[in-house]
Structure formats: C-alpha cells, structure tokens
C-alpha cells in the first residue's frame, strides 16, 4: 500500500520551540500534501509539495520533498499551543482505470505544544 | 452549504443493525472520498468517487461496507450488520478536479459511529 509513514507517531515541545516531522512514502509520486486535524474531526489542508519542488513555505511552515528518498518533512517555526494537533501527509496514487488520482493518508503525528 | 456536510454527527447503534452515514460535499466537486479513523490512528482510505467514472472500492474492508453517489453529488456509506470493530469517525472529502492531482481536498467533520 502506498500510506505514507509519519514519524515521530507523537512529539511533545515546549512553547517557541521548532517541531518537525517526517513523512516516507513508498511509491512515486506527483506531489505530496500535509493536512492538520483537530480533536478527531475534519482535517484541513496546510500546504502542497510538487515533485519537481524541494521547498516550501507557507508563514511559519516549511516543507521539504526528498524523491529520491521518498521522504517529505514538515517543520513548524515558534511553535504555539494552538498548533497542538495531528499532523498527516498525504499523497496521490494514480487509478488505472480512470486515469484520476486519489490521495492516501499517512498514519498521522500527534503534536503537543505546551504553554 | 460551503462545507462538507455529514450526518449524523454521532452514531450509537447495536451490533448487527444496518447504518447509513450521508454526505454532501462542496457543490461542483466532482471527486468525493470516505475514510475511514479508529480512534488515535491515521486515515484509512475506503472508497473514492470521480464524476462519471467508475468508483474505486478497493479500501472497502468487507462486502457489509458499500457506498453510493446520486446525482453526483451526495453520498451515503452503507455498514450492514455492524460489528464492534466498525467502531470509528467516519471521514467524506471532496475536492476539484482537474487534469492530473494535486487539489486541495476539504474534509467534512465526520460521523462517529459507536456500535455497542
């Protein structure tokens, strides 16, 4: 299966502080995305990585893609309590048949940014 | 609405009963998914339907788990005979879609089934 693998599963840092954490995939891909989700409902979309991109940043998120090493991170500057959360990486998988792509959620990183 | 919609938000139901989540996604969105959440863990894919094309079922766990979309537009995930381990949130998406990937998808926020 192509679900993508956070790491580290949860991470707990103090206010102001820098949180990364990584994402490793198994297949190519055309561009991978990091979503946020709090308390166990609705996700929300942070940001989009290209293949043919190596950076970005989006405010105080900065997001690298390693193709060859199949492996994207997500670093979070001055951390803040609200940013206390789940964070996942998502990426597209072509479907054959219809020639659309679907996305596959990795197994997710639970961050806790305390006051 | 401008959202995702799904309902119900909760769910107790008892083992073996049929139940029915809906979901209405953003108007003008053609590509709608269902994931699937036990409780701490990540997003597992169920089913994924793109306009007219055929739907990709191939994250459905068993044949008790079935979906529809009508009209293109709501859908409803159908679990017949729940078991405890149906237990979960319930996630439907629905985004854009334009040659090739790379759209946003917008998450409703999910219906949590309890089944006791």
């Known amino acids: 299966s192509q679900q993508g693998e956070e790491d580290p599963q949860a991470l707990s840092i103090q206010e102001g502080e820098n949180a990364t954490m990584n994402c490793s995939y198994k297949t190519s891909i055309n561009n991978l995305q990091w979503y946020r989700q709090n308390s166990g409902r609705g996700l929300v979309h942070l940001i989009l990585?290209?293949?043919?991109?190596r950076e970005k940043h989006s405010g105080r998120l900065r997001v690298t893609l390693d193709t060859s090493k199949k492996s994207s991170s997500l670093l979070i500057t001055a951390s803040r309590a609200a940013d206390t959360a789940s964070y996942f990486c998502?990426?597209?998988?072509?479907?054959?048949?219809?020639?659309?792509?679907?996305?596959?959620f990795g197994t997710g990183t639970r961050l806790k940014v305390l006051a | 609405g401008a959202g995702v919609s799904q309902s119900p938000s909760n769910k107790v139901t008892e083992k073996g009963k049929d139940v029915e989540l809906r979901c209405d996604p953003i108007s003008g969105h053609t590509a709608l998914y269902w994931y699937r959440q036990s409780l701490g863990q990540g997003l597992e894919f169920l089913i994924y339907f793109q306009g007219n094309s055929a739907p990709d079922k191939s994250g459905l766990p068993s044949d008790r788990f079935s979906a529809e979309r009508t009209g293109g537009s709501v859908s409803t995930l159908t679990i017949q005979r729940t078991q405890q381990e149906d237990s979960a949130v319930y996630l439907c998406?629905?985004?854009?879609?334009?040659?090739?990937?790379?759209?946003?998808?917008?998450f409703g926020e999910g219906s949590w089934l309890t089944v006791v």
């Open positions: 990585i290209r293949s043919n991109e």
């Open positions: 998502a990426t597209d998988n072509p479907i054959l048949t219809s020639g659309t792509y679907k996305y596959i």
């Open positions: 998406a629905s985004s854009l879609e334009s040659e090739g990937s790379g759209n946003t998808i917008y």
